[in-house]
């Protein structure tokens, strides 16, 4: 199971934190994780190297990875962070072991 949880501050986005595997044959290669795993290196590299934000929290082990930004640095790359959460919410809608929650922070 992938879970994939968004954080928002208000109305922005500002971080999530992608965890788990999906390994229904148990020999380490998966469709759903390789897409995820794909969309959230492209979108962590886009805010990072690109964009040049410098995120809060960036955290990465085997089977998940945390970003989280401040205000100014989620404005600026708010187009990427909502295209990260629609693009795996299309994909949760293919596989059903991606799943999607939204927390709400403090503003």
Known sequence: MITCEFFR???SLVGFVIRGHDDPDGEGISLPCAAVSSAVYL?????TD???ATPLV???ANGWMSLRLSAKDAALCQ???EGLRLHLSALSNDYETITLTEVS???
Do not use: A, Q, W
């Open 9 to 11: 501050s208000g109305d």
């Open 43 to 47: 979108t962590v590299n886009t805010i």
């Open 50 to 52: 690109v964009c040049g």
């Open 58 to 60: 960036l955290e990465e």
């Open 79 to 81: 187009s990427h962070l």
């Open 105 to 107: 922070l403090p503003c």
